[in-house]
């Protein structure tokens, strides 16, 4: 990450054509809300088990009676600013149990919706009208009472941008099993579906980011990279420079914050590694030749919020960014990943002791490869050969050995190919990543060998990384063949690389 003095710094030495202001904006709370609101410094002696249930009590509003709904005032907004005030002033284990209590005492009315169940089955042979109205009841009913407070939270000044970060917190809850309540799981996909709403595609703010953008945009592009991080200034500069397109989705609700962000390269053919692109700065101050550029490869796209998790915005994002490249190049007609296969190596740990521990070695590669891996490991056949192949997996040494690297290119392609196509998790691709573009009707069109050598590449998947292709009038087709009927479109490299791993591969 760039420290952000050193961006504005640095940016402000080669003379950037306006001046940029270094002051940055933060989320801030109305003054005039905090006349009203108790502060919690001291979350020892506060935020008791009473304190907490006060808080609720007080800030918590009944909600309305189904007549009375569209006529009830909302209530004061320093109930919203106190409610943020005392959730931030708690402790991780504080926070679960205040979410807790919140999920579970002021959710669904659940006596009152058996009630109106009730009288739906009993309405169903009465007049059209009357069943409307009962089901309106029923689905009101349904409404959990923080739900409202929720939805209040929202409107305070930096709300959404809390609530953004409470369901990065339930989340947390979830995946680390710290409670397995149904009430915080309710709670999570009543504030999914909220969050959902509020940052649908059509009130998100498409902003290309340049070097004369903010600094504060640089700080926070450079911090969230994801995929391939950013090294220094001049990095930073590359990627927002000719040849490249840096796109992030914005919020007028969360200004100043990119919610996702797109690294684009412009070149004459769709990469195949990405030394070429992040590592590349002959261009840093050139002027663009269009008639070098014929081909869009997304190389990284990163979520910046953890609480947006499932709320589409990435798919969106490479469509509405498809768009302006062609508005811009009308003659593009090649859009492609460069992607990396995070859990590869992983897999093929696993893999490895499965056949180790079941004596199948012969199973896994053929015996010509077991021999060129034993001659260059100088290992033993058998037991040792295969644990000769699982240290070299865990370590990136073998990637600056011609040797090694020719021995073991075939067999891991076959196998990489095979992880990307035929592992599944409930009938779709296993890996996150292939779920992603092939959900948006992209292709699995190339696997490429020592496409990224640096050590991260070489620990995640051994330096293989794969493209998706976007063929524009498949990807309709494409996207509804997988999420309907699990099938992946992929190309003849990687068919017949399948079909390599299931002719020597005996598993």
């Excluded at 009430?183 to 959902?196: A, E, M, P, Q």
Aim: net charge positive.
């Amino acid at each position: 990450m760039i420290p952000h003095h050193i961006i504005c710094t640095l940016r402000s030495s080669v003379r950037c054509w306006r001046h940029v202001g270094i002051h940055i904006k933060t989320p801030r709370l109305e003054a005039p809300y905090f006349k009203s609101v108790r502060w919690y410094s001291t979350p020892s002696v506060h935020c008791s088990v009473t304190g907490m249930d006060e808080i609720l009590r007080r800030v918590v509003a009944q909600l309305p009676t189904y007549e009375t709904r569209d006529k009830t005032p909302p209530p004061p907004e320093s109930n919203s600013v106190e409610f943020i005030v005392y959730y931030r002033s708690l402790e991780k284990e504080q926070k679960l149990e205040f979410l807790g209590k919140l999920s579970q005492q002021y959710g669904v009315d659940h006596k009152g919706v058996s009630e109106l169940a009730g009288k739906v089955q009993d309405t169903q042979l009465r007049d059209l009208a009357t069943i409307l109205q009962v089901e309106d009841r029923l689905r009101y009913s349904l409404t959990p009472r923080y739900k409202q407070l929720l939805n209040h939270i929202s409107r305070v000044e930096g709300g959404v941008k809390f609530l953004v970060d409470l369901r990065a917190d339930l989340l947390e809850i979830i995946s680390t099993k710290s409670s397995d309540s149904p009430h915080i799981r309710d709670l999570n996909g009543t504030l999914k579906s909220l969050l959902s709403e509020w940052f649908s595609v059509g009130l998100l703010r498409l902003e290309r980011i340049t070097w004369q953008s903010p600094c504060e945009i640089l700080q926070k592009i450079s911090q969230y990279e994801a995929v391939h991080p950013v090294r220094n200034w001049t990095d930073i500069k590359r990627r927002v420079g000719p040849y490249r397109r840096c796109y992030a989705f914005t919020h007028a609700a969360m200004p100043g914050e990119p919610l996702v962000v797109l690294h684009v390269a412009l070149t004459e053919d769709i990469a195949d590694n990405i030394q070429s692109i992040v590592r590349e700065f002959s261009t840093v101050d050139s002027n663009e030749d269009v008639n070098k550029i014929n081909a869009a490869v997304f190389y990284s796209i990163s979520s910046t919020q953890a609480g947006l998790q499932g709320v589409e915005l990435g798919n969106y994002l490479i469509k509405r960014v498809v768009r302006e490249l062609q508005s811009e190049f009308p003659h593009m007609a090649q859009f492609s990943s460069l992607s990396p296969i995070p859990g590869f190596c992983s897999w093929l740990q696993g893999l490895l002791a499965q056949v180790r521990k079941e004596g199948r070695a012969a199973d896994l590669l053929s015996a010509q490869e077991w021999r060129e891996v034993e001659q260059a490991t100088d290992a033993a056949p058998g037991g040792p050969a295969l644990d000769a192949l699982r240290k070299l997996v865990s370590t990136s040494d073998w990637v600056r050995s011609e040797r090694l690297a020719a021995a073991l290119e075939p067999a891991l392609m076959r196998l990489c190919a095979w992880y990307l196509y035929g592992e599944k998790r409930r009938g779709y691709a296993l890996n996150p990543v292939a779920n992603f573009h092939l959900q948006n009707g992209a292709t699995l069109w190339r696997l490429n060998w020592q496409a990224d050598t640096s050590p991260r590449g070489a620990a995640n998947s051994c330096g293989i990384m794969v493209n998706y292709r976007y063929f524009l009038q498949e990807t309709p087709a494409n996207s509804a063949a997988y999420l309907q009927s699990k099938a992946i479109a992929a190309s003849e490299q990687v068919l017949g690389l399948v079909a390599q791993f299931q002719k020597n591969s005996k598993l």
